[in-house]
């Protein structure tokens, strides 16, 4: 088993880009959640946030296709679901941005976290446009998923982000690459860095989100950060399990997902 999950891959990764970063979640203290907390520790990440609930942490059953690429089979959500008390929110303003998911069930606290900080927010695979108007208007980075799009179904979804009021909008493509737009006025692309040895794609996206969050945050050329963040995805490629910090499956945990 391996700790992982969009927002905590990209806590993670943008602490080994040279960032500052914390990760604010919910876990049981099992040993799923004991791994989770670790691997945040060993890879420099404020843990301060985490906290730990009676119950199981959330976990996904996840296999690879003959390519190496994920294919999401089963999962519980745990105890990762809660509710941000005012403490937390007012904690967001000491950062630079916050970032959040599409599945992190906070989208009721998003005026609050925009209004906080700098919000970061993964739509994934989500191509809602009521979602993505709803959103958008909060967001200074939306990141979309388009790697099964077509070009014309992409630069739609693209065109979706823009015009919701995002100030920048994010669709990573897989293979074919991504687009990054400042508010529908300037744009940027890069293509996919080609990777050696792929064995799990897991986590690839969230590098490459990670590393665009911290170089829009920098004021870095957007030229520079895109290959960077092609690379380092790239790099993720070959790595088990997003980030690493592997520990075997106990029975316990084993039992609910044979």
Not at 8 to 18: M, Y
Request: aromatic share 8%; proline share 5%.
């Amino acid at each position: 088993m391996f700790p992982g999950g969009n927002t905590l891959n990209v806590s993670v990764f943008a602490s080994r880009f040279g960032a500052d970063s914390a990760y604010m979640g919910q876990v049981a203290p099992d040993d799923a959640g004991k791994t989770i907390a670790n691997a945040l520790w060993e890879e420099g990440v404020d843990t301060s946030g985490l906290r730990f609930a009676t119950g199981r942490t959330a976990f996904c059953v996840i296999g690879h296709d003959t390519d190496g690429d994920r294919v999401f089979l089963s999962s519980d959500l745990g105890v990762s679901r809660f509710d941000p008390s005012p403490e937390d929110v007012s904690r967001l303003e000491a950062f630079d941005a916050v970032h959040v998911g599409a599945t992190s069930g906070l989208d009721a606290y998003v005026p609050a976290f925009a209004a906080a900080t700098r919000l970061s927010y993964d739509f994934s695979t989500h191509t809602d446009p009521n979602h993505i108007r709803h959103i958008g208007p909060s967001c200074y980075l939306s990141v979309l998923s388009a790697g099964s799009l077509d070009d014309d179904e992409s630069e739609a979804l693209l065109a979706r982000s823009e015009a919701s009021g995002s100030t920048w909008s994010l669709v990573t493509r897989g293979t074919k690459g991504a687009v990054l737009s400042r508010g529908g006025t300037q744009r940027w692309s890069s293509g996919a860095h080609p990777a050696t040895g792929v064995i799990d794609t897991l986590g690839a996206g969230d590098t490459f989100c990670a590393r665009v969050l911290v170089g829009l945050l920098r004021q870095e050329n957007p030229d520079s950060f895109l290959s960077q963040a092609a690379v380092a995805a790239a790099h993720t490629c070959m790595t088990f399990g997003a980030f690493g910090h592997g520990e075997p499956i106990t029975p316990e945990i084993a039992a609910p997902i044979r």
